[in-house]
């Protein structure tokens, strides 16, 4: 059983429902970015459309697949090319114009975002797909609003990239009106998991509870730490959320390459003690979008991932717009599963204090695991309504599997994002306790899951089917 989560992004790579159902077979989340997408009923490839296809698809495979949806955020964006992409070679000229045009066919770099043009200098280091694109500012005119630049380090550049400029803070700060009704339209999309592009502190993660709770919604929120401001508030950004994102991409921009890798194990670490998910993402197969093999630098990569202890790795444009979509998620799947042969040996453990517990189910939980370390244990499994108590038993890293049986869908897909737990559906139709500990002997024997002789805990509430009501744990022989 892997216990790292692989998280894929959807795009025109994963259009083919047969490529796409060969990736929902190995991926544990799918991810959508409201950034390359539309909410035109016109549209066939619409936001709605691809998120009903997934959970469609999902559904008739019977497997808990969590959707997963980045909102546009604050993030300064190019906007589209007539031919979708652009090639700049390095020392040619490029105009960057300041308009509210959508779609340009000349050979320029239009942006909407006026108040951006203000704070642009002569002699500004614009970087643009995660300063993958640099431009030098050599002119300015103002009559136009344009920019006109010179190549520094060309490529191609595609449309709805994104746009910085090295030492200047040009995004606004807070949750934006569209990110608003973003948020509402996914509630009524029954997304599970929504993360928040360029949080600054906790705020903005308040911000977008108050939406989900206008709505009625328990979407849980990621916060996506891409900015050095939000490094300052860490604590109180993690306490907000349901989990954090190390996204590297612009992280690396504000950063510097030197720092990053420190940053990234601290915000995961941080991250984990503070009983959050911590997903690492950008960049991790990237050789993949045209290749059918990771290097040997990504292969260290996303294992340091898995040793540092994410949650989850992140496929971006690999999966999205990529050529090899399946091999790329077999082979993060088998980056994994190396890294996790050798977690218990060389990565220090992280060990929670009993003066740390805030309520029964975290005792329940660190109290199973100091057990399962200290006696020859096959498998925790968590009775679970909303799925608390198996987060809390991932938060102490092991390799000790965690089988969350629930009834309710919800969280069947939301625990599908924890590290090192397997969501089993199970509709609890007895009504006691030894009849449901017979049943989950019969449903791990015929699974596979365990063997004759097993000794497994059980961690459950009583009354049975309350959320939030784990208030016990048994050891019992399979």
Not at 36 to 60: C, F, M, P, R, Y
Not at 137 to 157: A, F
Not at 192 to 201: T, Y
Not at 221 to 239: F, G, S
Request: proline share 3%; net charge positive; with cysteine.
């Amino acid at each position: 059983m892997r216990q790292t989560k692989i998280i894929a992004t959807f795009g025109p790579s994963l259009e083919d429902p047969k490529i796409l159902k060969k990736v929902l077979e190995r991926v544990d989340v799918m991810r959508f970015n409201l950034a390359h997408g539309t909410w035109d009923k016109e549209d066939d490839q619409n936001n709605s459309k691809k998120i009903k296809l997934v959970q469609k698809t999902a559904k008739k495979m019977k497997k808990p697949i969590a959707i997963l949806v980045d909102l546009k955020g604050n993030k300064i964006r190019i906007g589209n090319f007539d031919k979708h992409l652009i090639e700049l070679k390095a020392s040619e000229k490029i105009d960057v114009r300041f308009t509210d045009q959508s779609v340009t066919n000349k050979n320029e770099i239009i942006i909407n975002a006026d108040h951006v043009f203000k704070k642009i200098d002569k002699k500004d280091l614009i970087l643009m797909d995660d300063g993958l694109i640099k431009l030098r500012v050599s002119n300015i005119t103002p009559t136009k609003k344009t920019l006109h630049c010179q190549v520094i380090e060309g490529g191609l550049l595609r449309s709805n990239k994104g746009f910085e400029v090295e030492n200047k803070i040009i995004n606004k700060s807070g949750l934006g009106d569209e990110d608003k009704e973003d948020i509402k339209k996914l509630a009524k999309l029954g997304v599970d998991w929504i993360a928040l592009s360029f949080v600054n502190d906790a705020s903005d993660v308040n911000q977008a509870k108050e939406v989900l709770s206008q709505v009625g919604s328990d979407i849980k929120l990621i916060a996506k730490i891409e900015r050095l401001e939000a490094l300052k508030q860490l604590y109180w950004i993690i306490k907000a959320s349901d989990g954090i994102m190390v996204a590297r991409g612009d992280l690396a921009l504000q950063s510097g390459p030197g720092e990053l890798t420190g940053l990234q194990k601290n915000i995961i670490k941080q991250t984990v003690k503070g009983k959050k998910v911590a997903i690492t993402a950008t960049q991790m197969m990237e050789s993949m979008i045209t290749n059918p093999s990771p290097t040997r630098a990504e292969m260290t990569d996303v294992s340091n991932a898995v040793l540092d202890g994410s949650d989850a790795v992140m496929l971006s444009a690999e999966t999205a717009i990529g050529s090899y979509p399946v091999e790329t998620v077999k082979a993060m799947n088998e980056v994994c599963l190396g890294a996790e042969s050798y977690q218990q040996s060389i990565s220090k453990k992280e060990e929670f204090k009993y003066s740390e517990v805030q309520n029964i189910d975290e005792a329940i939980a660190l109290s199973s695991m100091s057990i399962a370390k200290n006696m020859d244990i096959k498998a925790i499994v968590a009775l679970t309504e909303s799925g608390s108590t198996a987060l809390m038993l991932s938060r102490t890293r092991s390799d000790i599997p965690i089988y969350a049986f629930t009834r309710n869908e919800i969280t069947q897909r939301r625990v599908s994002l924890f590290r090192g737990v397997l969501p089993f559906p199970y509709p609890f139709l007895a009504e006691s306790l030894d009849q449901v500990l017979d049943d989950i002997r019969k449903e791990l024997l015929s699974s596979n899951m365990l063997n004759t002789g097993d000794l497994i805990i059980v961690t459950s509430g009583s009354p049975l089917k309350v959320p939030g009501g784990t208030n016990s744990l048994r050891l019992i022989t399979i």
